[in-house]
């Protein structure tokens, strides 16, 4: 019987991989090897000193049995926090980027459709 954990938005992608980690009583040895990179650099990432590839994180997700879109969200924002961390006009640009993501999704499902 597997341990599900729900992802709490608020951590990073480091410290996400972490709690799904030890909570499958997995050694950072072993998700290292199964990733194919070296232990230290696994170490890292859980500690927010690097971070992880788009590709690790599919691949994480699929070694810690977790829930890829919720590891993939965990991902992204951590990336957009990184871009946009220090800027005065952040949340505004982020409201901005969201208008624009939707209108971008939009125009696509009709080209799409038509």
Same mark, same amino acid.
């Given at each position: 019987?597997?341990?599900?954990?729900?992802?709490?938005?608020?951590?990073? @992608?480091? +410290? !996400?991989?972490? $709690? *799904?980690?030890?909570?499958?009583? &997995? /050694? @950072?040895? +072993? !998700?290292?090897? $199964? *990733?194919?990179?070296?232990?230290? &650099? /696994?170490?890292?990432?859980?500690?927010?000193?690097?971070?992880?590839?788009?590709?690790?994180?599919?691949?994480?997700?699929?070694?810690?049995?977790?829930?890829?879109?919720?590891?993939?969200?965990?991902?992204?924002?951590?990336?957009?926090?990184?871009?946009?961390?220090?800027?005065?006009?952040?949340?505004?640009?982020?409201?901005?980027?969201?208008?624009?993501?939707?209108?971008?999704?939009?125009?696509?499902?009709?080209?799409?459709?038509?």
């Amino acid at each position: 019987m597997g341990i599900t954990l729900a992802i709490n938005r608020m951590k990073t @992608i480091g +410290e !996400v991989i972490r $709690e *799904l980690r030890t909570a499958k009583h &997995l /050694l @950072i040895r +072993e !998700v290292a090897a $199964e *990733l194919q990179i070296d232990s230290s &650099l /696994l170490s890292r990432i859980e500690r927010g000193d690097k971070r992880p590839t788009r590709d690790q994180v599919i691949q994480l997700a699929g070694i810690l049995k977790a829930d890829e879109n919720e590891l993939m969200i965990s991902y992204l924002s951590d990336r957009v926090v990184y871009e946009l961390r220090g800027e005065k006009l952040a949340m505004e640009a982020m409201e901005a980027a969201e208008k624009k993501i939707a209108y971008a999704t939009r125009k696509r499902r009709r080209k799409n459709a038509g």
